[in-house]
């Protein structure tokens, strides 16, 4: 089975720096996919990014960007020039790809609480 | 492009009684559509897989008595809280599986569910 580990439950940020949100895992599998959502206050589940796991290139959308070492199991998300609007829960997420023993299904870190502070 | 909706978003129900909760995906089929329970400021939990013309599969702990869901459609799937408690009360957020090949998942609104 797979586990997904966020080991910071709250972070804030002052408005326009960076902050780093951190994610383990843990698989035996070998073709992934990660994901980081976010929820703000309405709830609803918003896709930040993914990575697949056979690219070595790191993922980025505009002022998100991930680190993925896989060999560390590791996929942080970077935020740069933080806006108000990034305050939400943050989700770190595992899926197995194609032959995978839980195809399809999402598995969640705890998550983090992330305030932007202007 | 790639919408769900669920319905309603906010229920009150009193003990005893059963409520039921839609998941539609409005632009696409899905053929596999997923159930979460959320308490707050906690993680989403799966509570069962399911697949259209087929009973689901329920993750370990689950009532599948208590959690009826059906998919009859490759649009439609619902979950129905049989006998419902306070206990009960939580935040159920549905998904769609976008398909082979895209390898997301979609997700609803959320419905809030209080049980009085």
């Known amino acids: 089975a797979q586990t997904v580990t966020q080991s910071q439950p709250e972070m804030s940020v002052q408005e326009a720096e960076t902050v780093t949100l951190s994610c383990t895992y843990d698989?035996?599998?070998?073709?992934?996919?990660l994901f980081w959502y976010k929820q703000p206050p309405s709830r609803q589940m918003i896709l930040v990014i993914r990575?697949?796991?056979?690219?070595?290139q790191n993922a980025t959308e505009n002022r998100f960007s991930v680190n993925f070492q896989k060999a560390a199991k590791s996929f942080s998300l970077k935020i740069s020039d933080s806006q108000l609007g990034d305050t939400a829960m943050y989700f770190c997420a595992f899926m197995t790809g194609a032959g995978g023993t839980s195809y399809g299904k999402l598995t969640f870190g705890q998550g983090t609480i992330l305030t932007v502070h202007p | 492009g790639a919408v769900v909706s669920q319905h309603p978003s906010w229920v009150i129900c009193k003990s005893g009684t059963s409520v039921k909760i839609e998941c539609r995906s409005l632009d696409f089929q899905a053929t596999t559509m997923f159930w979460y329970r959320q308490f707050p400021k906690q993680s989403l939990m799966l509570m069962a897989t399911?697949?259209?013309?087929?009973?689901?599969?329920?993750e370990q702990g689950v009532e599948k008595d208590k959690f009826l869901i059906n998919h009859a459609s490759l649009t439609l799937s619902t979950l129905t809280v049989t006998s419902a408690h306070p206990e009960d009360s939580s935040f159920y957020i549905c998904?769609?599986?976008?398909?082979?090949?895209?390898?997301?998942?979609?997700f609803g609104p959320g419905t809030r569910l209080t049980v009085t």
């Open positions: 698989t035996s599998e070998n073709n992934y996919y």
């Open positions: 998904s769609a599986d976008g398909g082979q090949g895209i390898w997301e998942q979609y």
């Open positions: 990575q697949e796991a056979y690219k070595q």
């Open positions: 399911s697949n259209e013309g087929s009973k689901a599969t329920y």
